[in-house]
């Protein structure tokens, strides 16, 4: 299941597509998804402060894509096979780990901001990212938002807010 909107870069948007995704899983019974957040910009931002060249992102986020099939550990090696910079490759896989289940979208958004601090469209990322959760916070969709910086999925379409939504029992 699937749903764009195209013509409007505002985070009002994103947050409704939030919403009425989980309004059809609840009404479909689901209650136990995760809806994970994360945008273009702040992927590009993120890879860029942890140093990986311009010309190596899209084989670092082929490989990034891969962190919750293959871990930590898989991914290092794979940015290895990929000829990332292992210094590179560390500082943006301990940024990564640093970010737990256990931390809220508030948490997750201030350490995001301070690793890409000096990277004017990450900062806006940042923002954009968090003008979704405000907006979404009255919805149905706020307690199932993660933002996970890792996601990077579907980049060859994705420019701004990046969505995956996984249900537990399926």
Do not use: H, W
């Given at each position: 299941c699937d749903i764009d909107a195209m013509g409007s870069t505002s985070?009002?948007?994103e947050a409704d597509l939030l919403a009425a995704v989980?309004?059809?899983?609840t009404r479909l019974g689901f209650d136990d998804f995760r809806i994970r957040l994360n945008h273009r910009q702040a992927l590009t931002a993120m890879l860029?402060?942890?140093g990986v060249p311009a010309a190596l992102h899209g084989d670092a986020l082929v490989a990034l894509d891969k962190l919750d099939?293959?871990?930590?550990?898989?991914?290092?090696?794979?940015?290895?096979?990929r000829g990332i910079d292992p210094a590179a490759?560390?500082?943006?896989?301990?940024f990564l780990a640093?970010?737990?289940p256990d931390l809220t979208a508030d948490d997750v958004?201030?350490?995001l901001a301070s690793f890409v601090a000096g990277h004017d469209a990450g900062v806006a990322a940042v923002h954009h990212l968090r003008d979704i959760v405000d907006l979404a916070s009255g919805t149905p969709a706020a307690p199932h938002i993660r933002v996970d910086p890792s996601l990077a999925r579907g980049l060859s379409y994705y420019t701004g807010a990046i969505m995956e939504v996984s249900v537990a029992d399926l």
């Open positions: 985070p009002v948007v989980s309004e059809v899983l860029e402060s942890a099939k293959i871990g930590v550990a898989g991914v290092q090696g794979e940015f290895a096979a490759a560390s500082r943006c896989l301990e640093g970010v737990t958004l201030m350490r």
